[in-house]
Structure formats: C-alpha cells, structure tokens
C-alpha cells in the first residue's frame, strides 16, 4: 500500500507555471508507475503525464512540450512541473500510484489548478 498526499495547486495567470508534488508513504522506485490526472466536473478523470518505474515519461498530447513529471532522488516525491499553463489546464490534479502485479491503483485527495484567462 501507499499513501500520496498532493501540494502545490493554486491560482496562476495564462502563461504561468507551477509545480505540483505528490509525497509518497513509500519509495516511488517500488511503484510500477506513478502518474498525474486531472479532472474537471461532469468529465472523466484523464491521464496527464506518467513515469514508470524504469523512468519511462508519458504525456497526454494536450500537454506536451509543457509538463514534464519527475521524481527526487531519493524517490518519495514526484512532480509534475506545468508551464506556460493554458486556461483549459483547470482541473483537479491527482497524484497516482499503480502498484504491485495487478497494478492496484492509489489515490491521492487532489489539489486544484486555476489558471484565469
């Protein structure tokens, strides 16, 4: 099991950043693939970016060349930097971890991205 407990949210202008980050209960190099989600209401969570145990990246078209996911060093937090946010980037972030030979998905509770026009 794992615990993740996200930060970093907040209100930005179009054309800004900000960095997420997501605190693992436990090294994120025992966890098959961590993620990033987002969603807005009355639409399904969606897939933003994910980076796998062997430190394989990917990304949601939408949000190429802009986001980019990572972890520290010693593997208990993992970031999604987004730049150059864009107003349809709104949305509730989600730290995700999928974990073990079934790949059990963990949730983190969410930390809200406004970006204003």
């Known amino acids: 099991q794992v615990q993740l407990e996200e930060s970093g949210g907040g209100l930005v202008q179009a054309g800004g950043s900000l960095r997420l980050a997501c605190a693992a209960s436990?090294?994120?190099?025992?966890?098959?693939?961590m993620a990033w989600y987002r969603q807005t209401p009355g639409k399904q969570r969606e897939l933003v970016a994910s980076l796998s145990i062997a430190g394989t990246t990917n990304y949601a078209d939408s949000v190429k060349g802009r986001f980019t996911i990572s972890r520290d060093g010693a593997g208990r937090r993992v970031y999604l930097q987004m730049n150059s946010l864009k107003p349809e980037d709104t949305a509730v972030y989600y730290c995700?971890?999928?974990?073990?030979?079934?790949?059990?998905?963990?949730w983190g509770q969410g930390t809200q991205v406004t970006v204003s026009s």
């Open positions: 995700n971890a999928a974990l073990g030979a079934r790949l059990t998905n963990y």
């Open positions: 436990r090294s994120t190099f025992t966890i098959n693939i």
